[in-house]
């Protein structure tokens, strides 16, 4: 929710702004702004829309400087308009934000007091003024920038620039993302990495309450108590390029196609063809050496990552044995969850930084149990909060529709399961070395279905004009049918409900009349035949069906009306496989309709905001 960016160095500030932006505009894309300092003063450009607006606005005006401050807002206080839109300015203060302030009404109230006027709805232009009021007792703008932010209460990851202080920029974090990059001879902050990425692999990761200052080439850091302190330097293996479309027409696309990847690297150094041993890096920090120390898992999530934990759960209790519960984190605050030393959570998140999902792993941890973060996002909040966190090796994952974390983090679910199962002794040697044999056959299946992308292109665009869309499944596969309702929803704007294939009768099946498309999963299992005979109920009453099925299933093609094939494989491991053509039947009903795949309206990638 809201991309920032601040720049010091000799390049033109705009550039390096802009380009930024762009790569964090899935935060955000509801108006763009930029503020550039010069001896010609602070000039500021702000659009409403996306980015383009801005950059068309600017047109060859482009404000000069080496000093400045960018931001692109998912609106939450005041409408998205370009009087709202960031950076705000008072006096020779610009800031530019990201997180929510919840005290604003009472400080606003008491800054129009004192005669201040405001020019927006946002909450954001508070700490403008907070910060103007602060200066007239502290001479130092850091000063005042620490004691402002001392009265403000909620989230935020701010940059300020302020016009006296040519050479040096302020920021400040508390519940929202900021990392400071450290280029040559410039200094960088973002929201969020890939932003920082074509200047400097070198970032380190503000925490809360602390306080930075970008000087060219330099960057310091400071405790919540003012004090100095040395910034943890992190050096990132992503390329810039990883952040680029590499000839796709959208983000979305190329993530979808670079899952045999994905998996691929998320098992890299983990696991190895033909052997037993399963290297989980720090998970000692969690279950000791020997063992499994807890009675029950709770996994939290939200979104596309709470499907991957419904996944887990299937796992976690047919292979390890473990009794595990799945909350959407945030139900999971407010239900009072029985958890305590005996449970391990679980919270998967591919940003780490969404709000709800951070809130219930701080409740977690306050309640005594242990927990293990699966995240894609390296330094990000939720690795720091948890005791260890498993990391999904996706690169960064830039369209708001998740895809390839989802596989990442099927990925880690799949490895973890098999770990505590072999500490639990409920896996033999040789089932172990089967099933590890069964997750590196991975990547070459998800080739063989990309391979097919047309012909799952054709299938979707025959029904791209429906209105409604039914994905049914059953037993680990019921988990992807609500993730491949959940794309269709927010990238096509289309009505899509995904159900457990044997709840159908119990009220769901209403919904089915002539031509309503209902997309069934039905691999090689136990539950086969029944849910057979669930596409058989909804084909009696005029519903188009789609079946993704193994391939060379002839029984299952003469009962559909299209079957998407999938290779044939080892059960345990189909949920990893049979999502990639949801995500490809999603997308080209998406662009068919002519809807904005990346940036999807009202979305935003990261949910920072509860
Ligand atoms: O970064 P997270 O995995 O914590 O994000 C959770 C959800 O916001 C996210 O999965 C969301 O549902 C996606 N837009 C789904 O495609």
Request: charged letters at 25%.
């Amino acid at each position: 929710m809201c991309g920032i960016i601040g720049y010091i160095g000799p390049k033109e500030a705009a550039d390096v702004l802009i380009d930024g932006l762009k790569r964090l505009e899935y935060r955000g894309y509801d108006s763009a702004g930029v503020a550039v300092l010069n001896g010609g003063g602070i000039e500021i450009e702000r659009a409403e829309g996306k980015l383009t607006k801005l950059e068309a606005k600017i047109g060859k005006h482009k404000p000069h400087g080496h000093l400045g401050v960018g931001h692109t807002r998912w609106a939450t206080h005041g409408v998205p308009s370009e009087r709202n839109a960031h950076p705000h300015r008072a006096g020779d203060v610009v800031v530019v934000h990201n997180g929510i302030i919840e005290n604003y009404e009472a400080l606003r109230k008491g800054l129009l007091q004192k005669g201040c006027r405001f020019r927006s709805e946002t909450d954001t232009e508070i700490f403008c003024h907070l910060i103007n009021e602060e200066l007239k007792e502290h001479k130092e703008i850091a000063k005042a920038i620490r004691s402002a932010l001392k009265k403000v209460r909620g989230s935020y990851a701010i940059v300020v620039l302020y016009a006296k202080e040519p050479k040096k920029l302020f920021a400040a974090k508390s519940g929202s993302p900021l990392v400071l990059g450290f280029g040559d001879k410039e200094a960088l902050v973002a929201s969020d990495v890939p932003a920082l990425l074509p200047y400097t692999r070198d970032v380190s990761f503000l925490e809360d309450d602390e306080f930075a200052i970008l000087e060219e080439g330099h960057l310091s850091v400071f405790d919540e108590k003012g004090h100095p302190k040395p910034a943890e330097k992190t050096h990132i293996d992503w390329n810039p390029v990883m952040a680029e479309k590499a000839g796709f027409k959208h983000f979305m696309l190329k993530e979808i196609f670079e899952q045999p990847r994905v998996v691929e690297q998320t098992l890299m150094g983990r696991v190895q063809l033909g052997s037993g041993k399963l290297t989980l890096e720090g998970i000692e920090k969690v279950f000791g050496k020997k063992g499994f120390p807890f009675k029950k898992i709770e996994i939290i999530a939200c979104g596309t990552s709470y499907h991957a934990g419904l996944v887990g759960k299937y796992w976690l209790e047919q292979l390890a044995h473990v009794p595990t519960v799945v909350s959407l984190a945030s139900e999971f605050r407010y239900a009072e969850p029985l958890i305590g030393k005996e449970t391990l959570v679980i919270s998967i998140s591919q940003s780490g930084e969404t709000a709800d999902t951070l809130a219930a792993t701080k409740m977690a941890k306050e309640m005594k149990a242990k927990v293990l973060g699966i995240c894609n996002v390296l330094g990000s909040s939720l690795g720091r909060m948890a005791d260890n966190t498993l990391y999904t090796h996706a690169g960064p994952e830039i369209g708001v529709a998740s895809t390839k974390a989802f596989t990442g983090q099927l990925t880690v679910l799949y490895l973890l399961t098999l770990e505590i199962a072999k500490r639990r002794d409920k896996i033999s040697k040789t089932e172990l070395i089967k099933k590890i044999n069964e997750v590196r056959s991975a990547p070459q299946y998800l080739e063989k279905i990309l391979e097919n992308a047309d012909a799952i292109k054709k299938i979707a665009l025959g029904c791209k004009e429906a209105p409604h869309f039914l994905f049914i499944a059953r037993g680990p596969h019921y988990p992807l049918a609500l993730e491949g309702a959940l794309k269709l929803k927010e990238i096509a704007y289309v009505h899509a409900e995904g159900f457990a294939a044997g709840e159908l009768k119990h009220g769901p099946i209403a919904l089915v009349d002539k031509g309503v498309p209902v997309v069934a999963l039905v691999p090689p299992s136990d539950t086969y035949e029944k849910i057979l005979s669930n596409v058989e109920e909804v084909k009696a009453r005029g519903a188009y069906t789609i079946a993704e099925g193994e391939v060379g299933d002839k029984h299952l093609a003469d009962k559909v009306d299209a079957v998407i094939p999938v290779p044939k494989t080892f059960y345990s491991i189909t949920p990893l496989l049979y999502i990639l053509p949801l995500q490809l039947f999603a997308y080209y009903i998406a662009d068919a309709k002519g809807c904005d795949v990346d940036m999807p309206r009202n979305l935003a990638k990261s949910v920072t905001v509860e």
